[in-house]
């Protein structure tokens, strides 16, 4: 079955980087894309961006682009998610999600686990 | 940016009612028109995709409908199980873009 492991919880002081890990499972990884979606406490869903696995194009939100860099290294089967420059903002739950696909249809099918990522002085 | 709007915000049921969640987009997407439930602490779980197509293994008594700018997610005899928070999610264009959420809450 498919699955996605991400790291553990981080804190970070403002300023500082962050980079997660998505360890993918039970598919060929080359075949499907990796999302990453965030959730900051009690809010809703924000898309961060997308990359593909087969070949490392990625397509990035426009509020985060200069700040994010996703990654996918294929002998490993891990997606990386990194954000730099964070601030307090950043403070979240952040998803790597691969995406399926019905027909014309596309979705976030398959979710990691979520890393809390905590940004504090 | 494609705007996804769900209403209501929050609503409150009791186990056996007929529950309906409103998502309208800012301009029309067709059918590319996700929908998923969340617990707390939990991801998010697909439940219909393609605006009306029941993900496996998700109960039928969920069932969506619409196309264009305007959907519903109905749930047609609530369950315990079932009180949670529902997003919208257009995969029309990208940003991909999902509504605020509406929660669930038993009464």
């Known amino acids: 079955q498919v699955q996605l492991v991400q790291s553990g919880a981080e804190v970070k002081k403002p300023g500082a980087s962050v980079k997660v890990s998505c360890k993918a499972s039970g598919y060929t990884f080359t075949s499907f894309g990796i999302s990453w979606v965030r959730q900051a406490p009690g809010q809703g869903l924000e898309w961060m961006g997308w990359?593909?696995?087969?070949?490392?194009?990625?397509n990035y939100a426009q509020n985060l682009q200069g700040r994010v860099t996703m990654t996918t290294d294929t002998s490993t089967t891990t997606a990386y998610m990194e954000l730099r420059s964070l601030t307090s903002d950043d403070t979240a739950v952040y998803y790597c999600v691969r995406e399926g696909q019905g027909g014309l249809y596309v979705y976030f099918q398959h979710w990691g686990q979520g890393t809390l990522v905590t940004v504090s002085s | 940016d494609i705007q996804m709007t769900q209403s209501p915000s929050s609503l409150s049921a009791s186990v056996g009612d007929r529950v309906t969640i409103t998502c309208r987009a800012s301009q029309s997407i067709s059918s590319y028109l996700n929908w998923y439930q969340q617990k707390p602490g939990k991801a998010p779980k697909l439940l219909i995709y393609g605006a009306s197509s029941l993900q496996s293994g998700v109960p039928s008594r969920f069932s969506g409908s619409g196309s264009g700018t305007d959907f519903t997610l109905t749930i047609s005899s609530l369950q315990p199980e079932d009180f949670a928070t529902y997003y919208c999610?257009?995969?029309?264009?990208?940003?991909?873009?999902f509504g605020q959420g509406t929660r669930l809450e038993i009464k």
């Open positions: 990359i593909s696995a087969y070949n490392g194009n990625t």
């Open positions: 999610q257009q995969s029309y264009s990208t940003p991909r873009t």
